[in-house]
């Protein structure tokens, strides 16, 4: 799927498919260095980490296993509470693993502060972030990102794993989304 599959959906790109390319094989040098010779465990957050967790593995030359899990924040209509439920939890026991969790966007930081904690309360050598993009301006709790992709503006951004009505997570770049699309 690219651009011209999708009409005027998309305001501009914030992101293209090379920037983000060769910012993951950056990312991915600076966790190699870091975790050389640990037992690194890679946590996904689904959904919107599928893109992210697939390409920045795949630039790794540290061997390391993966795990997915699947959180839901809620609170009233569109604005998470930080309030939590784990919809799909790890299958892998954390006791003494170098834990990464790999995530498309930093955003207010309430669901990651949550998970954080989680993780951390189940007995792991050391639990880090690793984010495609964090948006400075939108964080409402402060959260150490070890390894950051790229800081962007607090506009609604679609695509590299990023939806809007589950749409759009399959374009291989980053856009602004036209307000025409969620202003329906």
Do not use: C
Request: charged residues 25%; without cysteine.
């Amino acid at each position: 799927m690219d651009l011209s599959d999708i009409g005027n959906d998309i305001d501009h790109v914030l992101l293209t498919e090379e920037q983000i390319g060769a910012r993951l094989d950056e990312m991915a040098a600076q966790i190699d260095a870091d975790y050389a010779g640990k037992d690194l465990l890679l946590v996904g957050v689904l959904k919107g980490a599928v893109m992210v967790m697939a390409d920045l593995s795949r630039r790794l030359h540290t061997a390391a296993t993966m795990d997915w899990m699947a959180v839901s924040s809620y609170g009233s209509g569109t604005k998470s509470s930080g309030v939590v439920r784990i919809l799909k939890d790890l299958d892998t026991d954390l006791t003494d693993r170098h834990v990464l969790i790999v995530e498309d966007i930093v955003d207010s930081g309430l669901t990651l502060s949550w998970l954080l904690s989680n993780l951390r309360s189940r007995g792991p050598a050391s639990v880090e972030i690793a984010a495609a993009m964090r948006k400075p301006d939108a964080v409402k709790v402060d959260i150490d990102v070890r390894y950051v992709g790229f800081d962007i503006p607090n506009e609604f951004v679609v695509g590299y794993g990023l939806d809007y009505a589950e749409k759009y997570r399959n374009l291989p770049f980053v856009g602004t989304l036209a307000p025409h699309v969620y202003e329906r």
